[in-house]
């Protein structure tokens, strides 16, 4: 009996045909922990403060001092559904599957609406309509007084991105690598935009003058034509993507990576700063007040007061990360923790004014760079007089290449399997993420 090849020389010619395909893992929200973390941005209507945290509940308070209205407890996790109120109604998704619309001074159900899979992204509201995205890939609009079905859009992955209304257009990413533009009233397809990763935003799309620009997680942002979805520009500027929609200045975008740098960009894409909170960090989306821009970094615990020409002015520290996007009434600044607390800050003093716990310890996150699977599958035609030849060999040494716009290192483990055909698989693992 021949003695097994642990080697690739007898066969290294026949490699030649071999395919790397990447097995989508970016499901770090949908794994995350129960707990107290305060989990959306926090959202101001009408003299009330309201927000969501990873122990099922949606609190409303007053921000003022910091107490307690009412709250309402769903049956899952609420995790980057940021509320969203019209006409007195408050409207957020859950992971357990439901849409909800509660009455906003009363915290009161008035609807829900049960969808195929967990919500992790806000709703938008027009007119008569809700609209919001889940992870069963569809897009949905809804009768925001009846909770009604008016149309679904099926997409080809997770829906995890905030829709953008204008006009009678919807703009809306997927994980299935494309940006859609939908008629609003009807959910029509206008459009469609590829990209080379999914499309994961906690905050709608940012546009000025008749263009959209568009982050994705292959670390590129687009500027793309409004009406016909045409590409205008990209430029790279993470390894590690972006989770979050750029804010639009008078003079500049303003753009959040998971790189811990936030970028300023003029409109053609060109870097006008940078700054950078902390090596590979996840940095949420700013809000500008007053000339200053507000940021929270997710590594490093901080949020960051930044001037307009990238100048670090002061920071804030939690116990725990921060990313939502802090809100500012009057001179109280306004943030979210992963520590279980919603801060108010004295922006003049930069002292808290009130902190507001929710229920429970911080709950458990996966690290923000966490790995992708990869399938790597290659032929070989050679068949013996025998019948067909099975190889075997191990593979013990790491092989570095460059396979995707992520350079990442990837490391071939053993287990090699024979498949019919000539197929021969080869599971891997890519460790930057």
């Known amino acids: 009996m021949e003695e097994p090849n642990h080697g690739f020389d007898e066969f290294s010619v026949e490699m030649g045909d071999f395919e790397v395909e990447r097995v989508n893992k970016f499901d770090r929200l949908q794994r995350v922990g129960e707990g107290g973390s305060v989990t959306t941005h926090v959202t101001y209507h009408d003299g009330f403060l309201y927000f969501g945290a990873a122990n099922h509940i949606v609190y409303c308070v007053r921000p003022k001092d910091g107490k307690l209205v009412w709250k309402c407890k769903t049956d899952g996790i609420i995790m980057e559904s940021n509320p969203v109120i019209a006409d007195n109604l408050l409207f957020f998704g859950s992971f357990d599957h439901n849409v909800y619309a509660l009455d906003a001074k009363t915290g009161k159900l008035i ?9 992790t992204t806000s709703p938008a509201v027009s007119e008569n309509m809700v609209f919001i995205g889940s992870a069963d890939h569809n897009i949905y ?12 859009f099926r997409t080809q992955g997770w829906v995890n991105s905030e829709p953008l209304v204008l006009g009678n257009k919807i703009l809306i990413g997927s994980y299935d690598r494309f940006a ?3 008629n609003k009233h009807d ?7 590829e990209t080379q990763g999914e499309i994961f935003n906690t905050t709608s799309f940012a546009h000025r003058d008749g263009v959209v620009y568009i982050p994705s997680l292959d670390g590129a942002l687009r500027a793309a034509d409004i009406e016909t979805g045409r590409l205008l520009w990209k430029v790279k500027l993470a ?13 500049m975008i303003l753009q959040s990576t998971r790189d811990g740098i936030m970028y300023a960009l003029d409109f053609n894409g060109n870097t006008l700063w940078k700054y950078k909170a902390r090596e590979d960090d996840v940095i949420g989306p700013p809000s500008v007040y007053d000339g200053r821009i507000y940021v929270c970094s997710f590594a490093d615990n901080h949020m960051h007061c930044v001037s307009l020409d990238g100048k670090l002015l002061w920071k804030f520290e939690t116990r725990d990360g921060v990313y939502a996007r802090p809100l500012m009434i009057g001179s109280s600044l306004f943030v979210a923790s992963w ?3 919603v801060y108010c800050i004295d922006v003049n003093t930069r002292r808290v ?10 709950c458990y996150v996966p690290p923000p760079h966490e790995a992708f699977e990869l399938n790597v599958k290659f032929s070989s035609e050679e068949v013996e007089e025998s019948g067909r030849k099975t190889y075997e060999f191990d593979l013990t040494e790491n092989d570095e290449r460059d396979t995707s716009e992520y350079k990442s290192t990837i490391t071939y483990q053993s287990g090699t399997t024979y498949r019919e055909k000539g197929k021969y698989q080869i599971d891997s693992r890519e460790e930057a993420f």
């Open 187 to 193: 959910g029509k397809m206008i459009w469609k935009l």
């Open 239 to 251: 390894t590690y993507g972006m989770a979050s929609s750029g804010t639009v200045l008078d003079n």
């Open 111 to 119: 609807w829900k609406f049960r969808t195929g899979d967990k919500i």
């Open 141 to 152: 609009a809804f009768d925001r007084m009846t909770g009604e079905v008016i149309w679904k």
């Open 180 to 182: 859609y533009c939908l």
């Open 353 to 362: 004014t009130w902190k507001f716990k929710a229920e429970g310890s911080p």
């Open 339 to 341: 520590d279980c607390n």
